[in-house]
């Protein structure tokens, strides 16, 4: 099975880091995110990726074409201008770099890598979301329904307490509770079919086909309670590093 890690927007979000390099390459614990999600894959037996690209694509090509020299020990011998590799950590991946445009939106994106992904389901999932989940259960739950596809459904964690007022008096203060209700967490499963969903460049996955995909009775939702985080601003991404620092990471798996 491939995965799919969608990697070609602006992030203008998080524009202190982004200005100079694609959101997927912002580093957590000096490697970019979209390497650790490549792990949490990788962890679930899937090595085979498929990665469209727009904003800054040469960064993440260089980073991919230099992976395996930069992840090994060599010898490099001037006289003879050859490169030995003497012990090799890189990790068996497949990794398929597609340009799709600079201003194209999700759902393009996705349309534009048909002819890489063959008639077979295959994983997606956002370049910015890390999560402690168990991909294979979500793969052999999409299996089990027969529909076109499934989204990891998860509760965001609410980045504020709140009040309760009553009649101008605050009577209880909540820490931080949890936001009411689930949302597209990523970490999908689509079967082939779901490219008849798919228009155009304009296309954006979340709003046109996943709305056709709910009303045609083709989107299943899997719950995931545990850990899920997005790295949307400079919070999220110090966030997430201090996690990683103090090995409190729950997305790390491997």
């Not at 970019?32 to 490549?38: D, E, N, Q, S, T």
């Amino acid at each position: 099975m491939k995965a799919v890690i969608l990697s070609g927007g602006y992030g203008t979000r998080l524009m202190e880091e982004t200005d100079s390099r694609p959101k997927p390459m912002v580093e957590i614990g000096g490697r970019p995110i979209l390497w650790h999600i490549m792990k949490i894959y990788s962890h679930a037996g899937i090595n085979d990726f498929v990665i469209p690209l727009g904003y800054k694509a040469e960064m993440i090509k260089q980073y991919f074409a230099n992976y395996h020299l930069l992840s090994s020990d060599i010898t490099v011998d001037m006289c003879s201008d050859s490169i030995v590799t003497l012990k090799r950590s890189a990790e068996p991946w497949r990794v398929t770099l597609v340009d799709t445009g600079l201003d194209t939106m999700t759902g393009g994106r996705l349309r534009r890598l048909q002819p890489y992904l063959q008639d077979e389901a295959f994983c997606m999932t956002y370049g910015d979301g890390v999560a402690e989940i168990d991909v294979r259960t979500t793969i052999d739950y999409h299996h089990s329904h027969g529909r076109i596809a499934t989204v990891t459904a998860v509760k965001p964690p609410a980045r504020f307490g709140t009040l309760e007022i009553v009649n101008g008096c605050v009577d209880a203060f909540r820490e931080k509770p949890v936001e009411p209700g689930y949302v597209n967490g990523g970490f999908f499963v689509l079967s082939p079919s779901v490219f008849g969903y798919l228009e155009d460049d304009e296309t954006v996955f979340e709003r046109g086909p996943l709305e056709r995909l709910a009303n045609d009775g083709q989107l299943m939702a899997l719950k995931h309670d545990g850990f899920w985080h997005s790295m949307d601003t400079l919070r999220d991404k110090r966030h997430l590093e201090h996690l990683w620092e103090t090995r409190n990471a729950p997305w790390r798996m491997w």
